[in-house]
């Protein structure tokens, strides 16, 4: 099973109601002065404080260009574009985080990458305009007007673009068939044209909309749904198109709408929105920092690294900074200099979102008993629903890392109080459900999981869920999970992101060797971590290359991480190369660990064990 995500953004099961929006996850500012905010450090907050954490302020509006600032690096190309791609939002999307409150921890929900070239300018405020909007009378297809006044009015209505991919689903008999560049083409389709259907729509059902500040700060973000928040933008920019910080949020909300809603397609409006505001004020600290956020979406962590740097060096105590920088230098594999900053920050601007990031590094180190303390003080700390269903959700997965189920059944709850539609935690608890035994229950929910956002993580659990039960019919259910997976990874670069890691993942257990070995190597190519390690040594395995793949296994231990998944690929690659005591080792510390890592994985640590025990 794939590694520990750090959300998932599923969509609607056909035939069932729509799930509400989820709420927004913690959204971290950065300073407005080059002075520290006072606030509780993880060091100063006793196990269990109500203390309340340092509240962000909102970042400054203007900022003089420092050198080497980014300006213009990491642009999307914008040719894989529909023409009538607005820079408009998905109206009808769930209400949805403002900022990834926590490490972008390496896995296969997460598109990364940037394209070569550079997109063109946005302007305003024509270009909110659809030139092709499906709900204007004329257009072909175009729905009739009595329809769009339903969908209008209509919550539960289901987002055009879920149908679409739905029904590429439903037919996945016949998607195995298809050739992958067709596949992408039907995917592409359905986002692009949901996006502009759906964000058409809400604009013409309002008459009147009101205007953000000017220069909005990223603040604005976590006052309502983002949805709202990007149309408050939008009517911002139409009246004042040169308002360059209103740009960098709407630049930093799409980079979020893309990351909650899984949907790449927004990278690009994402990339114009911000280049837009560098070409209005160049090197302004909000739009880079947009920028650092957009590159860490895509998997480009080196460019992440490059405009957190950037900004740090004009404004030491930006908090987007301080953690974007946390977070890129994690994903590169250097540990080591991860936790320094993880230190830094929480002595600049402590917080949630920096509480999140300190614990995280504090785990791959395996220190899990430091990295729950703090989870725990960010969730004491906590009194934003966004914030409480995050840092709940976030304790349940390292207590579900830990085979804990009762522990991350309780926190999972606690996430699901505060927010009963919180993803993550929808897909977190399907896990230890199915963990527990309660097979029925997991299977349901991670159905409606993968049923609103057909992602990587939650189709190969849903998967192996199906391949486990073995019912009538299970072998087909699962084998179109693991084709839509092999759909959404070729459209995810279809819009230039870089989906290596997903792709290795995914194929070394349920697609091509081959691909999985080429896109693990390539990934290893680019940044040397715990999960790249892991991912490359599995995949030599699956190629029957063991011997090289043992130190690669032995790589992605190395720092103590506790991961079940880890441990059982090792083992078995152990077992392989003939070092049947280590592998004995290594397979009982995976089954004692997180006996349900995965339904297969643990089947198989099993019967290996009783095949060692046999030889003995």
Partial sequence: MAPRTNGTDPEREPGTPPLPPPAPEPSPTAATAHTPVPGPRTSDIPEGSTAQAAEPTGERDTVPSGEGAPT?????????????????????????ATDAGGPAREKPSRLGGLADAECETVGAPAEFESPGDPAEPGNPGAPAASENRAA????????????????????????RALQVGGTVVLLAVALTFG????????????????????????????????DASIAALQAQ??????????????????VEQARTKGDPSRYPQAAKALKRSLDLRPGNEQAVTGQAALAAARHDFTHALRYADSVLKENPYSERALSSRIDALVELGRYAEASKAADTADSRRPGVPVFTRYAYVHELRGDVRTARQVLRQALATSTARGDISYVAAQLGQLAWNQGDYKSALTYYARALAADENYLPALEGRARAQYASGDHAAAIKGMEQVVARYPLPQPLVELGEMYEDRG????????????????????????YGVNADLDTALAAADHGSRTAALRAARAEWARRHTVH??????????????????????RQATATGYRNAAFLYHRGMIERATGHAKDARASLTAALRLNPGFS?????????????????R
């Fill in 237 to 254: 920019l139409k009246a004042q198109p040169k308002d360059f910080g209103s740009w960098a949020t709407l630049g930093l909300a799409y």
């Fill in 195 to 226: 996006s502009v259907a759906v964000g058409a729509l809400r604009d013409r059902g309002a008459a009147t909309a009101a205007a953000a500040p000017s220069a909005a700060s990223p603040a604005l973000l976590t006052g309502g749904g983002l």
């Fill in 152 to 175: 209008r009015g209509r919550d539960t209505a289901p987002d055009p673009r879920v149908v679409a991919v739905r029904r590429v689903g439903e037919a996945g008999r016949r998607l």
């Fill in 471 to 494: 019912a009538k019919g299970d072998d087909a259910k699962a084998r179109d999970q693991y084709a839509l997976v092999d759909a959404w990874i070729a459209l995810a670069r279809s």
């Fill in 532 to 553: 790249t390690a892991d991912a490359l040594a599995w995949a030599l395995h699956v190629n029957g290359k063991d011997p090289e793949a043992l130190p690669y296994a």
């Fill in 599 to 615: 339904p297969p994985g643990a089947r198989e640590a099993r019967k290996a064990m009783k095949d060692l025990e046999a030889a």
């Fill in 72 to 96: 213009g690096a990491g642009e999307p190309t914008c040719a894989g574009e529909s023409a009538g791609d607005p820079a408009e939002p998905h109206a009808a999307d769930a209400e949805g």
